[in-house]
């Protein structure tokens, strides 16, 4: 399948004209360099090549037509086996970002990671590649697995030639191929271990970002480990947020790592890392951890705007400041989000978290407005039903969980009550919190256990831990309210001042006096 004949696939209208076959002599100067710098494990200029003449003769040369088939660049490179697949892998994520691929070219780009990876893990890599390159090679494995999954299951459109090919490929982006490629990497990277022995300070591989600085490679060690994030994504996309919590333990995410060397992986790890704690229950958790990436974001995003990745950045701010407004909806802990993340949250989604507040259809459609824009886009995995009539069941996955989550937003939204009026009181008797909120001493207990439960969950460890802003104990009939105090941030306050300052300073600067 590696040498596809693509002619059958070119009748797209934007693809008229494109000629595989021709290579233009900056093409053949790029993947000449290129191949020499991979030779010679020259990972600086490797990164400049991929990062910015790629996108450059993208955008120059191939705005809405591949690049060169792999054939007419082989004997540019000395036909190397590995070179090519790397060729391709990227000729295919081109072709994926910049027009829609064939079902044909879906599954030739599934037998070139099928070899690319083969070639990894049990071939002899003598290579050192960017962290962005292999980063890209995984986060773009699970898109296009994700992808494929939306594809296949849209079934009303489709040609018979085109489910003649699902049926005969049926293998191709399956479920479990995915999740053994990256299983695998993972296990022959001996990424875990690496890990556990860097804590003991018999290992470097945080420290040199992953880079092997002693001649081998860092290919194998560095794609296991951003594999670990590739199964916590396939895990979230699937609804299984407990395995993919489970698949990122080895990464401590409350410190640097790897995963925070390129921008990306930093954004997607803590995405959905945060997602997966808000469908877990595990509200401080995922408020935490959202709150130190939004507050990095921020800081740096300035620094990222000549970047291919500049669009999504911004996209997955955006969703994370949707998924952090529901948090703390149903979470009420602004004292753990810092000022400056707490600003922009009220500017964006101020209006909607008082609505949200409420008990009524209106509070649920905000909810049900902020998870659909916010979530990932969630698979059904299954092969589809080829019988007559054909359906599109690709809205099932999304809909199941947002039923889910709508459902526990309900539960959590009949509790505000109660926090309302333990709020008000230190202590407070059954029967007159029973007569305030209209129900009799038995319901009460029931509902003050349900608020419990409901802000008890537990975490990875095993360890039961609160969600809860305000908690309490009865003892004797009489309830006793503990209340979190906020520790109080002058920092914060000092800093934004200082910044307007500064730019009051500068706006005078820049002022001509005559």
């Known amino acids: 399948m590696a040498n596809q004949d693509y002619e059958d696939q070119r009748q797209q209208p934007q693809e008229l004209g494109y000629d ?5 002599d900056s093409v053949k100067s790029f993947v000449v360099h290129l191949y020499r710098h991979i030779r010679e494990k020259n990972v600086y200029e490797i990164h400049q090549m991929y990062e910015s003449s790629f996108q450059t003769l993208s955008d120059r040369l191939f705005k809405d037509t591949p690049w060169p088939s792999v054939d007419a660049v082989a004997h540019y490179v000395d036909n190397d086996h590995v070179f090519c697949l790397l060729y391709r892998e990227m000729w295919f994520r081109h072709l994926y970002a910049r027009l829609t691929p064939t079902l ?3 599954i030739d780009s599934w037998d070139n990671y099928c070899s690319l990876f083969q070639v990894v893990l049990h071939g002899v890599v003598n290579m050192q590649l960017p962290n962005q390159w292999l980063w890209d090679m995984v986060d773009e494995f699970v898109y296009q697995f994700q992808s494929f999954c939306q594809y296949r299951a849209k079934m009303k459109n489709k040609t018979e030639q085109e489910i003649a090919l699902l049926r005969q490929f049926d293998q191709a982006w399956n479920v479990y191929g995915v999740l053994n490629f990256l299983q695998a990497l993972v296990e022959k990277s001996a990424i875990i271990q690496i890990l556990e022995q860097e804590k003991e300070g018999l290992e470097q591989f945080t420290a040199t970002d ?41 990464i401590d995410i409350s410190q640097q790592g790897v995963y925070t060397s390129v921008i990306g992986s930093h954004i997607t790890t803590i995405y959905h890392y945060g997602f997966a704690n808000l469908m877990l229950r595990r509200y401080v958790e ?11 974001i ?82 059904t995995p299954s092969a589809p039903s080829f019988e007559e009539p054909l359906v599109n069941y690709n809205q099932d996955a999304y809909r199941l969980q947002l039923k889910l989550f709508l459902y526990e937003a309900k539960q959590q939204q009949l509790l505000s009550g109660v926090r309302t009026f333990l709020k008000v009181y230190s202590t407070i008797s059954l029967a007159k919190l029973a007569s305030y909120m209209e129900v009799d001493e038995p319901t009460l207990r029931t509902i003050l256990m349900t608020y419990k439960h409901k802000t008890h969950a537990v975490d990875s460890d095993g360890k039961i831990t609160s969600n809860a802003d305000v908690d309490f104990h009865i003892d004797d009939d009489m309830i006793h309210v503990v209340q979190s105090k906020p520790a109080k941030r002058y920092g914060d306050y000092f800093l934004r001042q200082i910044v307007k300052l500064e730019g009051v300073i500068n706006e005078m600067d820049s002022i001509k006096l005559e």
Do not use: W
Not at 20 to 24: D, G, K, Q, W
Not at 212 to 227: A, E, M, P
């Open 20 to 24: 595989p076959n021709f290579v233009p």
């Open 104 to 106: 044909r070219q879906r």
């Open 210 to 250: 992953g880079y092997d600085y002693n001649g081998g490679s860092n290919v194998l060690k560095v794609l296991g480990y951003f594999s670990m994030v590739g199964l916590l994504r396939v895990h979230c996309l699937l609804g299984d947020y407990h395995t993919g919590l489970k698949c990122l333990l080895p």
């Open 286 to 296: 995922a408020i935490r951890e959202f709150n130190k990436i939004l507050l990095y």
């Open 298 to 379: 921020y800081k740096t995003k300035q620094y990222h705007q000549k970047s291919p990745q500049y669009e999504q950045i911004l996209k997955k701010n955006e969703q994370m400041y949707a998924l952090l407004a529901i948090c703390l909806s149903l979470c009420p802990q602004s004292r753990l989000v810092d000022e400056t993340v707490n600003s922009q949250l009220r500017e964006k989604y101020g209006e909607k978290m008082i609505r949200m507040q409420r008990y009524d259809d209106e509070a649920f459609a905000m909810y049900d407005e902020l998870f659909s824009y916010a979530c990932p886009k969630f698979i």
